[in-house]
Structures are given as C-alpha cells and as structure tokens.
C-alpha cells in the first residue's frame, strides 16, 4: 500500500492476556521503528528494525514485550502478560533512509483492562 | 540519552495570531524534525534540518535549527483553525543513525 498500515486500530484486553500488534511498512523501507504514546504525552521509542535485524532493543519496557520483522517487511510486537500500564497508543514507522524521516501509520489503541 | 524538551506545553490562540514553538537539548543532533500529530492520527513529517542555522519554511511555517544544532524553533504566521494538534519536534541521537528522540510536544489550539 502507500502508507504504513497497523492492526487492528483499537484492541482490548484483560489483564493478563497476550496480544500481537502488526505493522505492514511501506514496500521498499528498510527500516521499521515501533513508538509507544500514553495519553497526552510524547513519542517513547521501543525498537527499531534495520533489514530484518533489530540493533537497538533498548527501548522495550520489559522481557515481556518483543518484536520480530520478517522478509524486511511485515513486523509483529507482541505483549505478553498485559498490565494495565501497558494501555498506550502503540505507533510503527517506517522510513527508507537515514535522515529521511519517518512515515508513520494511525497506530493501535491498545487498552488493558 | 539525550532529551528534548518543548514549550511551551500548551497554546491556545486566536485565528490570525502568529506563535513560536521551542525545542531545546543541553546535546547536539545531527539533524532534526518537526512533525504535527492530530486525534487518532500518526505523527506526520513536516520538515527535516540536518544544517546549523539553517532555516527553511512551508507556506506559513517557518523552521530554524540551532547555530550549534541543539535547539530549534517552528513559527506560525496567522495561524488558522487548521494549524491545530499536537507538534512534536524529533532529534537523531547520532549522524548516520535512524532512531529518532521524540520532544515533549505542544498542543496547539486555534480557535476560528
């Protein structure tokens, strides 16, 4: 497609469950970036894919959040064990170069009850 | 890790009125960007600095990064109803890196 898609756009869960968050990038962008956004508050960044590859995981909050990319395209973060502060705004990017910027998509409304 | 910080944190102003944005790090970027951000929306680039001092503009928008590249600044001229949502101003950590600090962000009002 022409932009980065995300799904699904809104997700709730209870506490306690897994869930699997999925970004489709734009066709040809080699690196893919996954940002967490709480309410009213700016972007935290979580990982960032280069290829297939993942040179910086310092972001991710905890072992119970991991991600994977496969054929330098589709990526999945997955949350396992929710907790209610796990409830954000859950925003993938993609961009083709550096210092290109980034193309974000509408992001997954997550919401752990 | 280095941090960005804006101000102010909240603007509400009347159609017609200019306002400026700051964005301020005690460290040096590579290059820097400014993205805007509406309800249930992505953030979506507006513009990239990659040169100390350098100044660019976008119709009624005007940008400038930071003679030393660790701050800049985002001016509205006449802002309309349209201008508003959330800016958010986003520095490399390191040149040739892809990862991006986000900015504390303003949330921008403008009221018709």
């Known amino acids: 497609g022409a932009g980065v898609s995300q799904s699904p756009s809104n997700k709730v869960t209870e506490k306690g469950k897994d869930v699997e968050l999925r970004c489709d990038p734009i066709?040809?962008?080699?690196?893919l970036y996954w940002y967490r956004q709480r309410l009213g508050q700016g972007l935290e960044f979580l990982i960032y894919f280069q290829g297939n590859s993942a040179p910086d995981k310092s972001g991710l909050p905890s072992d119970r959040f991991s991600a994977e990319r496969t054929g330098e395209s589709v990526s999945t973060l997955t949350i396992q064990r929710t907790q209610q502060e796990d409830s954000a705004v859950y925003l993938c990017a993609s961009s083709p170069r550096i210092n290109y910027g980034y193309t974000f998509g509408s992001g997954t409304r997550l919401t752990v009850v | 890790t280095q941090l960005l910080e804006q101000s102010p944190q909240f603007l509400s102003i009347q159609e017609g009125e200019n306002l400026t944005v700051y964005c301020n790090s005690s460290?040096?970027?590579?290059?820097l960007q400014w993205y805007r951000q509406e309800p249930g929306e992505g953030p979506v680039l507006l513009v990239t600095?990659?040169?100390?001092?350098e100044v660019k503009k976008l119709k009624r928008l005007t940008f400038q990064f930071g003679d030393a590249r660790k701050d800049s600044s985002l001016h509205i001229t006449a802002a309309q109803p349209g201008d508003t949502g959330l800016y958010l101003c986003a520095g490399a950590e390191a040149p040739g890196t892809y990862k991006y600090i986000f900015g504390t962000g303003t949330r921008l009002k403008v009221l018709a």
């Open positions: 600095v990659v040169t100390g001092g």
């Open positions: 460290s040096v970027f590579s290059s």
């Open positions: 066709s040809g962008h080699t690196a």
